[in-house]
């Protein structure tokens, strides 16, 4: 069984920044793309941005040049580097991990962590 556990949301005043970490743990063998997401009120989810296991990322185009996606494999973390945070950004955001074991593969979310942009 493999766990997600979010940190880093927040309060924040616009033009501010904000860090998200998400750590895996528990058996999780081999994880490939590890991703952000984020859902505002009345909206759907959607992708923020992605990392693969080789380093490879992608991201919504609301975000580039201020969001940076990184991960830790050695510690099986996945992190969001939020700046020039603005009010657009408000929103729920959840980790997206995929990965597998021996036996199964697997599509894990997060909890959840707010982060709220705001003066």
């Known amino acids: 069984q493999v766990q997600l556990v979010e940190s880093g949301g927040g309060l924040v005043q616009p033009g501010g920044s904000l860090r998200l970490s998400c750590a895996a743990s528990g058996s999780v063998w081999s994880i490939n793309t590890m991703g952000w997401y984020r859902q505002a009120p009345e909206k759907e989810r959607e992708l923020v941005a992605r990392?693969?296991?080789?380093?490879?990322?992608n991201y919504v185009d609301s975000v580039k040049d201020r969001f940076t996606i990184s991960r830790d494999n050695a510690k099986n973390t996945v992190y969001l580097q939020m700046n020039s945070l603005s009010p657009e950004d408000t929103a729920v955001y959840y980790c997206?991990?995929?990965?597998?074991?021996?036996?199964?593969?697997?599509?894990?979310w997060g909890q959840g962590t707010q982060v709220t942009v705001s003066s």
């Open positions: 997206n991990v995929e990965g597998y074991t021996p036996t199964i593969r697997y599509n894990l």
């Open positions: 990392i693969t296991s080789g380093g490879s990322t």
